[in-house]
């Protein structure tokens, strides 16, 4: 098998996953979850860190 048929099974592959909404959704919540666990995280450890522990 030759790269180029290989190439095309990726990128049918790809598309597939693509087209499955779900699998989309799936990857946005991840990543926006991510993203808004570090924007979160961060303040409230420092409000933690400041007010309840240095008391």
Same mark, same amino acid.
Request: aromatic share 16%; net charge positive; glycine share 4%.
């Given at each position: 098998?030759?790269?180029?048929?290989? /190439? @095309? +099974? #990726?990128? *049918? %592959?790809? /598309? @597939? +996953? #693509?087209? *499955? %909404?779900?699998?989309?959704?799936?990857?946005?919540?991840?990543?926006?979850?991510?993203?808004?666990?570090?924007?979160?995280?961060?303040?409230?450890?420092?409000?933690?860190?400041?007010?309840?522990?240095?008391?």
């Amino acid at each position: 098998m030759n790269i180029t048929v290989l /190439k @095309e +099974k #990726i990128k *049918n %592959k790809i /598309k @597939e +996953k #693509i087209s *499955n %909404k779900e699998y989309v959704q799936d990857i946005l919540v991840e990543i926006f979850g991510d993203i808004f666990m570090i924007a979160f995280g961060i303040p409230l450890f420092w409000f933690f860190r400041e007010f309840i522990l240095l008391r």
